[in-house]
């Protein structure tokens, strides 16, 4: 008997294990439609497929990518996806698909999609026949792919090809096919035009470039072609070639390799001739502006349109002892002086930005550190378009000009000082001459008392001191006597002797400290001045129960006579101490002229001497003024010297 549970057994296993294939094979399916999606993606290629009978249409997810729509969603009808088409690629399109399904003529064409964002988009659309039904077009299939890139590259390598020939033809630059070998292949006109060769002699190989290049430059050419064989290309670079007719024409040239080998070349050649003469003029320009700027006495200077110093002549670097680029930026406001320099840079920035034209005085440091003042002028020089392009400055030395300027307006005060000066010393004298004569009248009567002879006695003296001051001031206006020998230590104390009794009065402490023999060749009466001046101011300037110190002895670092005055006054403040020996430069306000101290600074420097003060105010305060006489400072009459 037939054994049926072993036929069931085996019958399940056959079941069993065909459905194992099955599952396989669907898996296997499966990862194949998935790699055929992922290659379809990758190569941005859709299919699709339309059946005639039910007008039903099938997409791959790649499709909806390239038209931009959802895969979730059913295919949209055909005048949707038409609508997607742009005006230049519709017609085609639909003619194509049309005349598929009338012939069964496969198509092949390049559609513009334009897409939701306003972007356009480029595709290969590929349909064809899959399936006739009685003799007519039942299935069409097809392909989608995205060639956007592939467009953009076409339609660039076709800009590119355009903008190529437009500058080939054009007569801006010469443009040629080197060879290793020296000769040039092919070119354009303006190639042509700048050689100076015909088109014929180009043709016939009579043009080569390795013969045109000045030996010169037959180094400078091997450099740059090791570059180009190098690195595909080689830096612009300047020579020259000869022409046909023998001129030389400055050029600027470069090469490439051509489409990646080392046999062929590109190569643009630029004429310089207009550059180079625009440049030899400009250079031409600068050099007769540098002659002429280091010719003149001025310093002549430079600066950018921001103000910075670009160029000075030789004159300005010498005299001030920095070069230019020491000046660069604003660092040339160091070389003015403090009390100048806030205002200069506050006007040159103003200029800078207004435009308007610079004209200032100012103070510029020497190489020693002295300052002299300067006259500065500036004018912007501006380009076609009116914008400044640079700043061309000058500094003229006024600095003996300003002093001048300065002594005229004191000499002019001087003397109208000296007039006044005299005009009331003569009115004084007149009736100063009556008055002592009706003294000595008076002191000649015997009957007088004691004590008004002693009162007409002091009347006496004190009107000698109004003698001596009237005497003192008509010498504003007339010459002194000649220079005579004389004891110096006598002359002070005749000047005292006019304050004598004033400090005694006031309780002035004086101490004379005077070194025996100092005998000085001078005009005796203009010493006097220059004691009785300084004695004056010491004892208007110390307080009562002040001191005062003179002392004369001998110089010990050059044979004269030193003489120093020093009280414990008040002191002088040093905004006037630093000009006090100018005119009208006074400190007792309305009772003093200001012109003492200048007298009698020139009347030392009459005699070669020196005046010099030292002064300090608040504790520990006083002043001390320090003369000094040479022995043979001033000219004996009749030849008399120094004993």
Request: include cysteine; charged fraction near 30%.
């Amino acid at each position: 008997m037939p054994n049926r549970s072993k036929d069931r057994a085996d019958e399940g296993e056959v079941g069993w294990g065909e459905s194992s294939r099955l599952d396989a094979l669907e898996a296997s399916l499966r990862e194949r439609e998935r790699e055929l999606e992922e290659a379809q993606r990758i190569a941005r290629l859709g299919t699709w497929r339309w059946v005639r009978a039910t007008d039903t249409v099938t997409w791959s997810e790649e499709v909806y990518r390239v038209y931009g729509l959802d895969p979730k969603l059913p295919p949209p009808g055909y005048e949707a996806i038409r609508d997607r088409h742009a005006p230049g690629s519709r017609g085609n399109f639909e003619a194509a698909v049309l005349n598929a399904i009338v012939t069964g003529e496969a198509y092949e064409l390049d559609v513009e999609l334009m897409m939701p964002d306003g972007s356009t988009r480029w595709i290969i659309a590929r349909g064809e026949v899959e399936a006739y039904v009685d003799g007519e077009v039942a299935v069409l299939r097809g392909t989608l792919q995205d060639i956007t890139e592939r467009k953009i590259a076409e339609q660039r390598i076709v800009e590119s090809q355009s903008r190529f020939e437009r500058l080939y033809q054009s007569d801006l630059i010469g443009i040629g096919y080197p060879d290793a070998e020296g000769g040039i292949r092919d070119g354009n006109d303006e190639l042509l035009r700048i050689i100076g060769y015909e088109r014929e002699e180009l043709e016939a190989g009579l043009v080569r470039w390795d013969k045109m290049t000045p030996p010169e430059y037959h180094q400078t050419d091997r450099e740059h072609i090791a570059e180009c064989l190098e690195q595909g290309s080689c830096a612009p670079y300047r020579k020259e070639y000869i022409r046909k007719n023998g001129d030389r024409i400055p050029v600027m040239v470069g090469f490439a390799e051509l489409g990646g080998t080392k046999q062929e070349s590109i190569g643009f050649v630029l004429d310089l001739s207009a550059q180079k003469k625009a440049e030899d003029s400009v250079r031409e320009r600068e050099q007769r502006f540098s002659a002429l700027a280091e010719s003149l006495p001025q310093m002549v200077w430079e600066a950018n349109p921001d103000g910075s110093r670009t160029y000075a002549n030789k004159r300005y670097t010498q005299y001030t002892g920095v070069s230019v680029e020491d000046m660069a930026g604003s660092k040339w406001l160091e070389l003015i002086h403090d009390e100048d320099r806030d205002r200069t840079e506050e006007l040159w920035i103003r200029c800078t930005r207004s435009g308007e034209n610079y004209l200032n005085e100012y103070r510029i440091r020497r190489h020693d550190g002295a300052y002299r003042t300067f006259l500065v002028r500036a004018v912007p020089l501006r380009t076609e378009a009116g914008e400044i392009a640079r700043w061309l400055g000058s500094a003229t030395d006024i600095h003996d000009q300003k002093l001048a300027e300065e002594t005229l307006r004191r000499t002019e005060k001087l003397a109208a000082a000296g007039r006044l000066a005299a005009s009331i010393a003569h009115e004084i004298n007149n009736p100063l001459e009556a008055v002592t004569n009706a003294l000595y009248l008076a002191l000649t009567d015997t009957s007088l008392s004691s004590a008004t002879r002693t009162y007409l006695l002091m009347a006496e003296q004190e009107l000698a001191r109004v003698a001596q001051v009237a005497t003192q001031t008509l010498r504003f206006h007339r010459q002194s006597g000649a220079p005579a020998r004389v004891d110096v230590c006598a002359i002070m104390d005749s000047a005292f002797a006019l304050y004598g009794p004033r400090l005694e009065a006031c309780g002035i402490t004086v101490s004379r400290e005077y070194e025996a023999g100092q005998v000085l060749l001078c005009r005796a009466d203009e010493l006097r001045q220059v004691f009785s001046n300084l004695l004056s101011n010491s004892f208007d300037a110390t307080r009562r129960g002040g001191r005062l110190v003179i002392r004369i002895r001998s110089a010990k670092m050059r044979e004269g006579v030193r003489i120093t005055i020093a009280d414990t006054g008040d002191g002088i403040p040093v905004e006037i101490r630093k000009k006090i020996f100018e005119p009208f430069i006074t400190t007792k306000d309305a009772t003093g002229t200001g012109l003492g101290l200048w007298v009698s600074d020139g009347i030392v420097q009459k005699h070669k001497g020196r005046i010099s003060v030292r002064s300090r105010t608040g504790e520990g305060h006083g002043t001390v003024f320090c003369v000094f006489f040479p022995f043979d400072g001033i000219e004996a009459a009749g030849g008399a010297g120094r004993s």
